[in-house]
């Protein structure tokens, strides 16, 4: 459980502003201005916007601090070392008064409308808990790499979360949520080094329905120091046990078809990205698994002498 839980739920539930706009922010002088312009030309008047820094050791802090106009509600917090990114977006959750919250990653950026379709959109329904929208991936030479919406088909209503026990289709700086809901939940879970957020939006999602807008209103950028590359092996022993614990406590509401699909597309889908990241013989048990519960039998068989084969080859490689 969030150890900040106690101190979210403390705080006083008064919304002085429409949106309250969360910027974690690590070693970001180089592009914090950037994501805060494509904040500024949403063009909402009441809103505010937060930046934590968290224990940088670049001058993330200074710029971020020259970037304030008198005009705005802008806040610059400062971590006091470096706690991680939910650590950072709970400090900024605790000091924010806006009735939603909308999380953006200071290497990312908005573009113009994204936030006023947003809060249309969850002011439509007010079963709605989280509200989405479409994104474009970013290579660091500015190249559009690929269209969020492809690979992670994204699902609404009152199931989604059944999806989202699967794959993540909700990248974190496309999120509108209501802040007295994130208060009530405890913020993002401070233990989870990885998939933090994904975690969040399970939690949400239980609680309502998710909309997903089908306008690309993001630019997030690929990184080769991304957290998810460094983290490749934690997400086999973080996400991993995170989404099976969600799916024990489900467990109830969801049919024996269900939780063998939902199990065998999460062993199938580690088994590629341990295999695509090189990590050829972990991504055998994996693949074995998802065969067992009958996801892509066939070619999650063939994956597995695939791996033996480019196991061998690398050794081979390294020897000479």
């Not at 999120?175 to 994904?198: C, H, M, N």
């Not at 341990?274 to 068989?301: M, N, Q, T």
Request: aromatic letters at 8%; a neutral charge; hydrophobic letters at 40%.
């Amino acid at each position: 459980m969030n150890n900040s839980t106690h101190s979210l739920a403390a705080e006083g539930e008064e919304n002085v502003y429409e949106v309250s706009v969360i910027i974690p922010a690590f070693n970001a002088a180089q592009t914090i201005a950037r994501a805060i312009e494509s904040v500024r030309i949403q063009n909402m008047d009441a809103m505010e916007i937060i930046v934590i820094d968290d224990g940088s050791a670049d001058d993330t802090y200074e710029v971020a601090k020259s970037l304030v106009r008198p005009t705005e509600i802008f806040h610059v917090l400062k971590m006091p070392k470096n706690g991680g990114v939910s650590a950072a977006r709970n400090m900024g959750i605790r000091h924010a008064k806006g009735k939603f919250l909308a999380f953006l990653d200071a290497d990312d950026i908005w573009l113009p409308g994204k936030l006023k379709q947003q809060v249309a959109a969850i002011k439509q329904d007010p079963l709605i808990t989280l509200v989405s929208c479409n994104s474009k991936l970013i290579s660091e030479a500015g190249e559009h790499l690929k269209e969020g919406h492809v690979n992670r088909p994204p699902v609404e209503g009152d199931e989604a979360w059944k999806t989202l026990l699967i794959y993540n289709f909700l990248p974190t700086p496309t999120v509108l949520t209501y802040r007295k809901l994130v208060l009530q939940l405890g913020g993002f879970d401070e233990s989870l080094a990885v998939g933090e957020d994904l975690d969040l939006w399970i939690r949400l999602a239980m609680l309502g329905k998710i909309r997903v807008l089908k306008d690309i209103l993001i630019n997030y950028y690929d990184s080769t120091d991304s957290l998810m590359k460094r983290h490749l092996w934690q997400t086999q022993t973080i996400v991993q046990p995170m989404l099976e614990r969600h799916l024990v406590t489900q467990y109830s509401k969801l049919s024996s078809s269900e939780v063998r699909h939902i199990r065998g597309t999460q062993s199938f889908q580690m088994g590629c990205n341990l295999f695509f990241a090189g990590a050829f013989l972990p991504s055998i048990p994996p693949f074995i698994k998802a065969a067992y519960f009958g996801i892509r039998p066939i070619k999650s068989a063939t994956y597995i002498p695939r791996a033996l084969l480019m196991e061998g080859l690398s050794r081979f490689k390294r020897q000479r």
